[in-house]
C-alpha cells in the first residue's frame, strides 16, 4: 500500500475521535486558539483548519455553548461544554473503551 | 488591519450561507489575529493563513454536508438519472425529428440535412438537460426533507442479478417499459384523432386537415386493439424487471405477445384502413386513375407488413441463438 493511502487512513481514524479531544478540553471556557494551543501543549494532533470549524459545529449540534467577550482590546468568541454536550461526551468514551476492548482482543487473538 | 487577512476571510464566507457569514467571518478573524504577534508582519500573517489551509476546503469543514446530494442518496440518484435521461434521450431525438422535418426552411438538399440534424441534436439536449435538472432537483427535496435515518426492510431488498448468458439488464427494462408506455399512448391517441393529426392538409395560413388517410371508424375500433398489445407488453417488462434473467414462463410471454403485437399490426395495415375519399383525393391532386393510386397504397402497406414481420421473426431467431439455447 502506498504511503498516501495510509495517511488518509489515519486521518479517517482521527476524524472520530477529535470531537472526544475538543469536549473534553471545554469545562472552562477557551476560545479558538486557546484551545488549539492548549491541544497542542498536550501533544495532540489537530490542525487549525480542523479545529475551528469543529468547534462551530459541535455548537450548532448544541453540544457546546458560545458566546462573544468585547470587553478585551480583542474580540473573542469563548466556547464552553453543554449539560447535554457531557452526556454526550460520557456516551462517546464509553463507546470508545468498548471499541478499544473490541480491537484489543481481536488482534490479541489473531496474533497468538 | 491586513488586507491579506480580509481578503482571506472574503475567500471563505463566500462559500458559506448567508446567514452564517458574518459570525464566521468575525471568529476566523480573531482566531487568526491571535495567531500572529504583529498584525503588520506580511510573512506572520502568510504563515497562519498557510496553516490554516485553503479556503475552499475550510469553507468546506463549515459547511455541514459537502454535496448537493449526500452519499446516501448518491447511488438511486445516479440510477434514477440514468434511466430518465436514456428515455428522454430516445424521446429528444424522436420528436426533435418529427418537429424539424415539419418545419423545412432550408431549399436545398444539404441544407436541410444539416437543418434536421442540429434542430434534433439543439431538442435532444434540451431535454436531457430538462431531464437532469429535475431529477437533481427532486432529489435534493427528497435529500432535505426526507427521514435522516434510512428506514428499509429486509423484503426492499432487491435479487441480486445473476451474471449468466441468460440475464436482462433492469435498467434496459425500465427505459423499454417507460417508452413503451409513453409512445403507446401517443400511438393510442393519434389513432383516436386519426381525422386531426393523418390527413391531406391544405394550407391556407394555417394547416386545415381536409382529408383523413384512415378511416376514423376502423382506427377507433383498433384504440382498443393495440391498447391491450401494449398492455401485454408492460407485463412483459415488468417480468422482466422482477427476473431480470430469461426462464420459460417469461420465453413463453415474450413469444405471445410479440405473435399478438404482430397480428394486430398485419390486421390493422391489410384492414379497411384507407379511407375511399383520400385515395380519390390524391388520384385527382396528382392525376393518377384511382386504382394505381390504391395499388400504390396496398405495395406500401404490405412492404410494411412484410418488414415488420421479418423484424420479429429475426428477433425471437437471435433471441433463441443468444438466450434460449442456454435455459436448462
Known amino acids: ?112 | 488591519m491586513s488586507k491579506l487577512i480580509d481578503k482571506y476571510i472574503y475567500d471563505v464566507t463566500r462559500r458559506l450561507k448567508e446567514e452564517e457569514k458574518e459570525d464566521v467571518g468575525n471568529e476566523l478573524r480573531a482566531n487568526i489575529l491571535e495567531m500572529v504577534e504583529d498584525e503588520n508582519n506580511e510573512e506572520e500573517i502568510k504563515n497562519a493563513l498557510y496553516s490554516l489551509g485553503s479556503p475552499r476546503q475550510i469553507a468546506n469543514s463549515y459547511r455541514n454536508y459537502k454535496g448537493l446530494i449526500s452519499p446516501m442518496w448518491m447511488g438511486d440518484y445516479l440510477y434514477t438519472l440514468k434511466i430518465v435521461l436514456i428515455i428522454l434521450g430516445a424521446i429528444g431525438i424522436v420528436f426533435g425529428f418529427i418537429e424539424s422535418i415539419q418545419n423545412i426552411e432550408s431549399e436545398v438538399i444539404f441544407g436541410t440535412i444539416f437543418e434536421v440534424f442540429f434542430e434534433t441534436l439543439g431538442n435532444t439536449i434540451s431535454s436531457l438537460l430538462s431531464g437532469f435538472a429535475i431529477v437533481t432537483l427532486i432529489f435534493i427535496a427528497i435529500d432535505r426533507h426526507g427521514e435522516k435515518k434510512d428506514e428499509w426492510k429486509i423484503e426492499d431488498l432487491p435479487e441480486i442479478p445473476k451474471k449468466t448468458d441468460l440475464s436482462i439488464s433492469r435498467t434496459g427494462s425500465i427505459a423499454g417499459l417507460v417508452a413503451t408506455i409513453i409512445f403507446g399512448f401517443i400511438w393510442l391517441y393519434v389513432l383516436y384523432y386519426s381525422n386531426l393529426y393523418l390527413g391531406w392538409f391544405e394550407v391556407g395560413g394555417e394547416w386545415v386537415i381536409d382529408q383523413s388517410i384512415f378511416n376514423l371508424e376502423y382506427t377507433r375500433l383498433f384504440v382498443i386493439v393495440f391498447g391491450v398489445s401494449l398492455l401485454i407488453e408492460a407485463i412483459v417488462y415488468a417480468f422482466k424487471i422482477k427476473y431480470a434473467q430469461w426462464n420459460y414462463n417469461l420465453l413463453i410471454m415474450y413469444v405471445i405477445s410479440k405473435i399478438f403485437s404482430v397480428v394486430v399490426v398485419v390486421v390493422f395495415l391489410t384492414g379497411d384502413l384507407i379511407s375511399v375519399d383520400f385515395i380519390t383525393r390524391v388520384s385527382t391532386e396528382l392525376t393518377f386513375t384511382y386504382s394505381e393510386v390504391e395499388n400504390f397504397i396496398n405495395i406500401f402497406l404490405r412492404t410494411i407488413v412484410g418488414i415488420v414481420i421479418v423484424a420479429n421473426v429475426i428477433d425471437l431467431i437471435s433471441l433463441y441463438f443468444k438466450k434460449i439455447r442456454y435455459l436448462k
Open chain 1, 1 to 112: 500500500m502506498s504511503k498516501v493511502d495510509i495517511e488518509s487512513l489515519k486521518v479517517e481514524l482521527r476524524r472520530g475521535t477529535q470531537i472526544m479531544m475538543v469536549l473534553s478540553q471545554l469545562n472552562n471556557k477557551e476560545y479558538g486558539y486557546s484551545l488549539l494551543e492548549k491541544l497542542i501543549d498536550k501533544d495532540l494532533s489537530i490542525e487549525a483548519g480542523t479545529l475551528y470549524p469543529l468547534m462551530r459545529r459541535l455548537e450548532s449540534q448544541g453540544l457546546l455553548e458560545s458566546e462573544w467577550d468585547t470587553t478585551s482590546t480583542r474580540p473573542r468568541k469563548y466556547y464552553e461544554i453543554s449539560d447535554f454536550g457531557k452526556e454526550v461526551l460520557d456516551e462517546l468514551l464509553k463507546e470508545w473503551e468498548k471499541i478499544n476492548e473490541e480491537i484489543m482482543k481481536i488482534v490479541g487473538e489473531t496474533n497468538e
